[in-house]
């Protein structure tokens, strides 16, 4: 079967440091997405990873470990327009289709 | 380059209706995916095409289908509309399928049945 979990909701505070896990079982993984999206707009492409370890882009990096079928977005200096929903994704080779978690939505205060 | 496009926006209908919506892939994209978005599930895949087949289905009845055109324009259509199929509809479209492929999704269409 193939299922993944991530956090509902979190909060945090304009400047912090933000993690946002995801757990995930699936046969035939080949790499991990994460996505954001506004209220209201589509989902756009934050990072891919398929290899262990971690990925940075600027303000944001992405680390997975396949072993533990786990991965954690990490969102620094984190601004108001960074409020949105964190989607999680894994690529299942057998299905060759990309399944989603539920997603995490993300509230930053000032 | 354009974005994925989506079309309508939004649509109100009643139960028992169909619907048809429309997703226009980025140039030169062939794989068209869409899913379904509630609150309560998230995003859920409907249904791949690549070339004009299906290539892959996600868990959704019957009256859940698509197709796709050869400039790989793609249409999916709900029929006997239940109030459950109130969503927010995504198209994705990638260059390829496979491995590491990025999607590139549309604003999508808001349905709403009463």
């Known amino acids: 079967g193939q299922n993944i979990d991530q956090p509902t909701e979190m909060t945090a505070t304009e400047g912090a440091i933000v993690q946002i896990n995801c757990t995930y079982q699936t046969s035939g993984f080949n790499g991990l997405f994460w996505y954001q999206q506004h209220a209201g707009e589509a989902p756009t492409f934050l990072s891919y990873n398929v290899l262990d370890g971690l990925e940075e882009k600027g303000r944001f990096s992405s680390f997975l470990s396949r072993s533990k079928g786990y991965s954690y977005l990490l969102l620094k200096e984190l601004q108001m327009k960074d409020s949105a929903s964190y989607l999680c994704a894994v690529f299942a080779v057998f299905s060759v289709k990309l399944i989603f978690g539920t997603g995490t939505r993300l509230q930053v205060f000032p | 380059k354009a974005g994925v496009t989506q079309t309508p926006r939004y649509l109100i209908k009643t139960r028992g209706q169909q619907v048809t919506l429309s997703c226009s892939p980025i140039?030169?994209?062939?794989?068209v995916s869409w899913y379904q978005q509630t609150p309560g599930q998230g995003l859920q895949f409907l249904f791949e095409?690549?070339?004009?087949?299906?290539?892959n289905k996600g868990n959704f009845p019957g009256r859940f289908s698509g197709r796709q055109f050869s400039n790989s324009r793609s249409e999916m259509n709900v029929s006997t509309l239940e109030l459950g199929d109130s969503a927010l509809y995504l198209c994705?479209?990638?260059?390829?399928?496979?491995?590491?492929?990025?999607?590139?999704f549309g604003q999508g269409t808001r349905l709403t049945v009463v």
């Open positions: 140039s030169g994209h062939r794989s």
């Open positions: 994705a479209s990638s260059l390829i399928r496979g491995l590491g492929t990025e999607a590139f």
């Open positions: 095409y690549f070339s004009e087949t299906q290539r």
